[in-house]
């Protein structure tokens, strides 16, 4: 059974940091698309970065370029969105996803397979 299971969130000042986690289970991850998300209360889901087997390829959403960084440790099977410069509009719950392919963009919800259960991330002005 997949699991992926998220941790490091929290309640952090604007301008603090916080680093998540999020370490897969049941199967390895090294060739796959691993991407993050997060829902802000009241708003819809929405993508926030993603990285694939190749550990250069990342991209990120607009609104974290140059503030958050995802990387990942295949010996671990984890992976981890640094996350810098918090300001109170990345208060949302921030959700771990994998794909079953190692091919794939990653910016849409709908393209991967796997889901954590969600960590909250709070920043407070």
């Known amino acids: 059974q997949v699991q992926l299971v998220e941790s490091g969130g929290g309640l952090v000042q604007a301008g603090g940091s916080l680093r998540l986690s999020c370490a897969a289970s049941g199967r390895t991850f090294n060739n796959n698309v691993m991407g993050w998300f997060r829902q802000p209360p009241g708003k819809e889901r929405e993508f926030v970065a993603v990285?694939?087997?190749?550990?250069?390829?990342?991209n990120y959403g607009n609104s974290v370029k140059g503030r958050f960084t995802i990387s990942r440790d295949n010996a671990k099977n984890t992976v981890y969105l640094q996350m810098n410069s918090l300001k109170p509009e990345d208060t949302a719950v921030y959700y771990c996803a994998a794909m079953k392919s190692g091919y794939g963009l990653g910016y849409r919800d709908y393209e991967y397979d796997y889901w954590g259960q969600g960590t909250q991330v709070t920043v407070s002005s």
């Open positions: 990285i694939r087997w190749n550990r250069d390829s990342t």
